[in-house]
């Protein structure tokens, strides 16, 4: 499962931004998408993932009330919508999928991954 992730700019705190992830190969077996992040001198960490096929979505605490994950299936394509910008997002962000259910939602539960994209907000 190829990824491509989108997206990633300069914003400022309290602001929006929004970012992509397709799957342009065959996406039949994938069960669940999302997306991870890694700040500058810590681990990666889960942020939001959703079931394409029935659109269950899971976040981080960090995340809930701010970011929404939704998704076009149609499209083969995940989105990130994240709102009232803190500095502390300022991260790669990651698109993941894995191809069954699991209730780990650790970055390393997810088997395929997209080349990150930069978010900096600015404080």
């Known amino acids: 499962v190829q990824l491509q992730a989108s997206g990633g700019a300069l914003a400022p705190a309290a602001g929006s931004l929004g970012l992509s992830c397709a799957a342009p190969?065959?996406?039949?077996?994938?069960?669940?998408m999302g997306w991870c992040r890694q700040s500058p001198g810590k681990e990666r960490e889960f942020v939001a993932a959703i079931r394409l096929s029935s659109g269950v979505t899971n976040y981080a605490n960090s995340a809930k009330g701010r970011f929404t994950i939704s998704r076009d299936n149609a499209k083969n394509t995940v989105f990130l919508q994240m709102n009232s910008l803190k500095p502390e997002a300022t991260a790669v962000y990651f698109c993941k999928a894995r191809r069954a259910y699991s209730y780990n939602y650790s970055p390393q539960a997810f088997s395929y991954w997209g080349q990150g994209t930069l978010v900096t907000v600015s404080s």
């Open positions: 190969s065959r996406t039949l077996s994938v069960y669940e």
